[in-house]
């Protein structure tokens, strides 16, 4: 349930907490059923990664372009196996992995974080957002995905792209400019119960390649009989 002092600008608190139990089925849906046909691009945002593959990939997401980032990933946990494997690596060893995708001066940052989160974890990944994110530097929506994809908790992702694609969704009960602490409130309140590995990958995706800043496109989506952005363009 949203709560009172999550919505700003005296939009009222029953309209929001309305849209969002007349469509939240399906929305679930929408997203699942397309997730299902269109397999996520990242292979360590699906069922049954561990958090050391993870972790791997968004940082791999963040350092690099999305172009590049699936083949550093793989590259990079076939030679390094675990989170010890890397930390017991030589910083060569990490170098030279990284240099034929030019991005060989991201290893020293590699190794101390990789140490200074075994470190956090005594000897293991850290289990929690705070001591994530106090020993690794990653940003919210990234920690959440790690503990979503890796440990299976069920959180929802919110990133950037997420959260202008929830906005869109409810403009017409939103602020122009919403907190994020609402959005994430939103995603929570979206997240089901089940398959929420599958329905935060494909939200992910959804978001950046079909809910565009700047070119959406809606036709193709598999919500947008339900949102308020994609009914005004009309």
Known sequence: MVRQ????????????????????????????????????????RQSGRTPYEALIGEVCLKE??????????QHFVQRFLSIKAVAEAGEDDLTDILSSFGIRQYAQRIKMMVKSLLKEGKGDLPRDSESF??????????????????????IAVIDANVSRMLSRLFSNTLPSRPAQGLIQ??????????????????????AEVVCQDELPQCPRCPVGDVCDYAEALS
């Open 5 to 44: 002092n999550e919505v700003e600008s005296g939009r009222p608190l029953h309209a929001l907490t309305e849209a969002l139990e007349v469509r939240r089925r399906q929305i679930q849906e929408g997203v699942l059923s397309w997730t299902t046909n269109n397999l996520p691009r990242y292979p360590w």
């Open 64 to 73: 690099t372009s999305s172009g590049i980032a699936v083949p550093v990933y």
């Open 133 to 154: 994110a106090r020993a690794s530097g990653l940003e919210h929506h990234r920690i959440r995905a790690i503990l979503c994809f890796g440990y299976g908790l069920p």
């Open 185 to 206: 409130t939103i995603g929570e309140n979206l997240l089901p119960y089940g398959n929420f590995q599958c329905y935060n990958s494909g939200l992910l995706e959804l």
